[in-house]
C-alpha cells in the first residue's frame, strides 16, 4: 500500500535490511534516488543481482528521512516459527509449504500444561502451498483440547492465509479472529499454475483451483471476530495495537 511512500510491515532475520537498520514503520521513498510514486514496482527496484548494492531513503516518524545501503543477497524466509511465552504458545506463520503441519503439530502435541492458550499469526501472509497435511492438522486439533486459538490477521493476509483462518473458524470451536478485513474475498481462485501453450510456448500463470470457505457465493472478505486497526502511524511509533488487544484479552502484559 502507498502512503506518500511504501510502509515496512516487518524485517527478516538475517536479512540485509535488518544489518542495515532499516525497522518495521519506516516508509521507503526512493530507490537509489529515485522518487518513488504509486505505480512504482518496488519489487524489481530492489532486487537485482546477488553481491550488488542498492540504496533506500526511508521517513521515519517524525518525518525524519535517511539513507541505508544493503548487499544484495539471498535471504532464507522462514516459514513458520514457534516461541513458548510461558503460558501462551505463539506461531508466527510468514508463509506456507510442505512443513507447515508439522511444525505447528511438534509444539501442540508437546507443550506444556503451562499454555493455556494459542496464537497464530498470519498478518502480511502471501500464503503459499496448500499442504496436503492440513486435513490431518485440522482433525488433531479438533480432537486435542488445547484451549482458545487467536488468530491474527489484516490486509496483507492472502491466499493460503485466508483459507487457513476461515477453515479453523469453521472445524474449531475455540477459534477467535482478530484484526482487520484479509486482504481478498472469502471464496478465491487460487494454487496458482504455470502452463505454456505448444506452439508459441508462451507460459502463462494462472490460478488452478476455485477455493470455497463460504458456500454462498460472496464477494467480501474475511472479517475478524475482533476488529483492530493498525495505522501507519502505529507502525511508525512500534505499536502493535492487535497484540494490545489480544494481551487485554487474555489478561497479560506485553
Known amino acids: 500500500v502507498f502512503d506518500n511512500g511504501f510502509p515496512i510491515l516487518s524485517v527478516l532475520p538475517d536479512s540485509p535490511a535488518l544489518e542495515a537498520g532499516l525497522k518495521a514503520g519506516d516508509s521507503i521513498i526512493a530507490v537509489d534516488g529515485v522518487t518513488l510514486t504509486a505505480t512504482d514496482n518496488i519489487v524489481s527496484m ?8 542498492v540504496t533506500v531513503t526511508v521517513r521515519r516518524a ?23 511465552l510461558g ?7 510468514a508463509s506456507f509449504g ?23 499469526d498470519l498478518r502480511s501472509n502471501p ?44 472445524r474449531l470451536e475455540n477459534v477467535v479472529l482478530v484484526g482487520s478485513p484479509a486482504g481478498q474475498p472469502v471464496n478465491f481462485y487460487g494454487s496458482v499454475e504455470d ?9 502463462f500463470r494462472l490460478p488452478g483451483a476455485w477455493w470455497i470457505i463460504d458456500p454462498e457465493d460472496t464477494d467480501e472478505a474475511l472479517m475478524p471476530d475482533i476488529q483492530v486497526l ?12 492487535v497484540l494490545k488487544a489480544v494481551y487485554a484479552m487474555i489478561g497479560g502484559n506485553q
Open 46 to 53: 530492489l532486487g537485482g543481482e546477488e553481491g550488488t548494492g
Open 62 to 84: 517524525g518525518g525524519v528521512t535517511t539513507d541505508f545501503t544493503m548487499e544484495r543477497r539471498v535471504v532464507q524466509i522462514p516459514i513458520i516459527t514457534y516461541e513458548d
Open 87 to 93: 503460558h501462551i504458545g505463539w506461531f508466527d506463520c
Open 98 to 120: 510442505n512443513s507447515t503441519p508439522d511444525t505447528v503439530y511438534a509444539p501442540l502435541s508437546g507443550a506444556s500444561d503451562k499454555v493455556q492458550l494459542w496464537v497464530m
Open 127 to 170: 500464503g503459499g502451498y496448500r499442504s496436503l497435511g492440513f486435513p490431518e492438522l485440522f482433525t488433531v486439533l479438533e480432537r486435542m483440547d488445547i484451549g482458545t486459538i487467536y488468530v491474527l490477521m489484516d490486509n496483507s493476509t492472502f491466499s493460503n492465509g485466508v483459507f487457513t483462518a476461515g477453515v479453523m473458524t469453521q
Open 195 to 203: 502452463i505454456t501453450t505448444p506452439n508459441e510456448k508462451i507460459t
Open 230 to 241: 493498525q495505522t501507519l502511524e502505529d507502525y511508525q511509533n512500534g505499536v502493535d495495537t
